[in-house]
């Protein structure tokens, strides 16, 4: 059998694990061949490949972002329809003698996994995102990454912002769910942790801005970057959307840091981690994490397991199908939020 691999949407640290432990298990164990597509679905659908062997994942353990690249391109959206793209995937699967795919990536990527699976193509998914919020897996892999990048900045953050008695801002990613700040925020003992689940009350930031101040400590506030204030007098977009229709995020960091400023009379300053989240070598947790998600996916594949995503739950990985991984986002409970609240001020 032939296998095509492709990693879609955001990078994330791990990615690389998953090629290589799916590649080295369904060559080595299952006599199985693969071919690699670049950058998520236009490489099928612009049938783009590169050769995939043991040779190719040689070395690439501890690399962060993909050996195949990554795009967010939806067959979906292309020529209206989307029937167009379908049918061009079909043809060139078909073509180049692919006969199952491994795709993965996030909500977008395995979105299109589970419509391709319902229209005949044999797809086995991997969860990654660094996001965190995918609900069918307990955790996906380049989160841990991203939360110990965001935890070491914040401890950074705390000894400049106190020798200066400034407040400092730090925007976290995290579009739709609070995980990266809530965790990095936890971690890095900060005194306001703002999630897009919850709309957050300016005067009550500034409240406990001051009052960290009072104490002799400068304040560190961490930022979502899909966090809104409760009246939406902050918010941000650049407008830009995506193949999927998200919105490009990016700038409650810097808003939030010049009306904290305003308010309370003190210096704000703010820094915005951005896309040194998604970039570097994975963390342990995540090269295990990722391994074992290639070894179960070559494992799927062999078991003709096609329509089927592999995920974590507790410490197994399991199998769910791929429109119940995809139903869902997983955002932070309002209890867990309530938990942090505690340290806030
Ligand atoms: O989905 C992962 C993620 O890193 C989000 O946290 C963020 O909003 C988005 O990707 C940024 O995407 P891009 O790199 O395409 O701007």
Redesign the pocket.
Known sequence: MRVGVLTG??D?PGLNAVIRAVVRRGVQEFGLEFTGFRDGWRGPLEADTVPLGVEAVRGILPRGGTILGSS?TNPFAEGGSGRGGVDRIKDNLARLGVDALVAIG?EDTLGVAARLHAEGVRVVGVPK???NDLGATDYTFGFDTAVNIATEAIDRLHTTAESHHRALIVEV???HAGWIALHAGLAGGANVILIPENPFDIDKVCGYVEHRFQTRYAPIVVVA??ASPKDDSLATSSGKT?AFGHV??GGIGSLLAAEVEKRTGKEARCTVLG?I??GGTPTAFDRVLATRFGLHAAQAVQDGAFGQMVALRGTDIVRVPLAEATRELKTVPAERYAEAEVFFG
């Open positions: 949407g955001g994330c967010r996030g995102t660094i996001d990613m995290g579009r970057e899909g995506d490009q995020l896309h989240q998604r």
